[in-house]
């Protein structure tokens, strides 16, 4: 029956794939397999992590498991997935000599992902900077990797109104429509706009505006502020610079109101404990991902360019950026948890 044009593009190459897994999911207290939807930037950070490793099984080694947030995936067809993520899993294990667990897990929630860790049921993980803060203080993460896209690996947020709406500041938003951008490279977006107007003495986002809302696809989040349908958009500068060279149009029309600070909304890392005589292999093929024509094939299809390792240091001013938040939101006497305007901060489903 019907196939989604990532499950197509997998098979055809038969080697990386990525499925996910919806981030709405309520967490179940066990590790699942794969399931979920959608292939996006932060897909490229696990989905082709292994396949160009040449390293050689040493005697009877566990396999090697791959563990992936629920947050880091939105729209992709369940059984195509998992179906795509087997069939690379299997490649790897067949041709690059790692005995790697077929069915890689869907962690959903910060319990499930501090107990896979802990207990050691995965090896590396894909996660968003939020998630990997939470789980830090509990459960040692090493050897970070961030994948490049647009020739860069940090994010910016904009806040966009049409050039004619005559909203000319932040404060002016006041009981007007918003739609943001929903991925996992706009995780941090809401935090970011929270924290703008907290700043200014104001209410987080969902009680300060009107008519908040979030779509996965950048057109619906862009267009309807073009065709002047809703006041406001909040977007990656990614997503802007994409639409502005679909059509220039776009970013004549369009006025940027705010920028966030660059951060790093997602990021791969292993368990400090994890040392195979395989590792520095599988860290190899992860830096030198690009340079293989494999490796390129796949990169194209998620649409990213590489992936780079980066010192723990280099997640320094995210952390820093989410400590400044907290205190904004603390200060406003609002619950971080469950409190107006962190609703949409994935975390929280629950904390180690």
């Known amino acids: 029956m019907r196939q989604t044009m990532v499950a197509r593009l997998l098979n055809n190459v038969a080697l990386g794939a990525a499925g996910v897994a919806d981030p709405r999911q ?35 080694v566990q396999p090697f498991r791959i563990g992936f947030s629920s947050t880091m995936f939105t729209d992709v067809n369940e059984s195509d997935a998992k179906a795509a993520v087997k069939v690379w899993a299997q490649t790897v294990a067949r041709e690059r000599g790692i005995e ?57 947020y904009i806040l966009l109104v049409h050039c004619n709406s005559g909203i000319e500041s932040v404060v002016e938003l006041k009981g007007r429509s918003l739609i943001i951008q929903h991925k996992p490279a706009a995780s941090l977006a809401t935090r970011w706009l929270d924290s703008v107007l907290l700043e200014k003495g104001l209410r987080p986002t969902a009680e300060f505006l009107g008519r908040v809302s979030q779509n996965t696809k950048l057109s619906r989040v862009v267009l309807p502020v073009f065709f002047r349908q809703s006041d406001a ?102 619950d971080p948890h469950t409190g107006p305007g962190t609703a949409t901060s994935l975390m929280a489903e629950g904390r180690p």
């Not at 399931?35 to 396949?51: D, I, P």
């Not at 195979?276 to 390129?296: T, V, Y």
């Not at 280099?314 to 400044?324: P, V």
Request: glycine fraction near 8%; hydrophobic fraction near 45%; charge should be negative.
């Open 26 to 60: 309520k967490a179940t207290g066990r590790v699942r397999p794969w399931a979920g939807r959608a292939a996006s930037r932060s897909v490229l950070l696990l989905a082709v992590a292994v396949s160009p490793c040449a390293a050689e099984a040493q005697g009877d």
């Open 100 to 156: 790697t667990d077929p069915d890689p897990c869907i962690l959903t929630g910060m319990t499930e992902l501090a107990s896979a860790l802990r207990n050691k049921q995965v090896d590396m993980v894909a996660l968003l900077t939020e998630e990997y803060r939470a789980l830090s203080p509990a459960v040692r993460l090493t050897s970070f990797f961030v994948g490049y896209v647009g020739g860069r690996a940090e994010e910016e």
């Open 233 to 334: 958009c909040l977007v990656t500068r990614t997503g802007l610079d994409t639409m502005s060279e679909l059509n220039p149009q776009i970013g004549k029309a369009l006025k940027i109101l705010a920028t966030s600070p660059k951060v790093i909304p997602g990021l791969l890392c292993f368990r400090a404990d994890y040392a195979p005589a395989f590792k520095d292999n599988i860290l190899a093929g992860l830096r030198e991902l690009h340079l293989s024509p494999a490796g390129q094939q796949v990169l194209t299809i998620f649409q990213g360019e590489k992936l780079e390792e980066i010192p723990a240091t280099g997640l320094q001013s995210t952390l820093d950026f989410l400590a400044r938040c907290d205190k904004l939101i603390e200060a406003a006497g609002i």
